[in-house]
């Protein structure tokens, strides 16, 4: 599900980007990606951390 998610943002985000907002935020569509990208690692990165905190490692 998030593949798609991210493929559809690829292909369609610019544009919806500039439709909800406007010109002006034109330029975060590829922070926006960026963030779409690093999500999920961020998300499994905290699931660790809190794993190896409950081990007191």
């Given at each position: 599900?998030?593949?798609v998610f991210l493929a559809?943002?690829?292909t369609?985000?610019?544009y919806?980007?500039?439709f909800l907002f406007g010109a002006d935020f034109a330029s975060t569509y590829f922070?926006?990606?960026?963030m779409l990208?690093?999500?999920p690692c961020l998300i499994y990165s905290k699931i660790i951390g809190t794993l190896?905190?409950?081990k007191g490692k």
């Open positions: 599900m998030d593949i559809f943002m690829a369609f985000g610019h919806i980007i500039v922070m926006t990606l960026l990208l690093v999500i190896f905190s409950a």
